[in-house]
């Protein structure tokens, strides 16, 4: 089931779709998504609260498009 662009009637509803979604990743990519967002969170941190994301495997500034 995809969340995107659907509508709960509660929050049960969520929860019980949250938690399929979640069953159906392997434990292994969400570990590695969690370690990303880890890095780049720590990354941030160190930098005074820079944003920054993940490219080819590691945390870099983000650069606006501004």
Do not use: R
């Not at 969400?30 to 490219?55: P, R, S, T």
């Amino acid at each position: 089931m995809k969340l995107k662009g659907l509508h709960f009637a509660d929050v049960a509803a969520i929860q019980v779709g949250v938690t399929d979604e979640l069953n159906i990743v392997q434990k292994e990519k969400f570990l590695e998504a969690f370690q990303i967002l880890y890095d780049c969170a720590k990354a941030c941190v160190y930098a005074n609260g820079a944003f920054f994301e993940q490219k080819e495997g590691m945390c870099v500034p983000h650069v606006s498009s501004i």
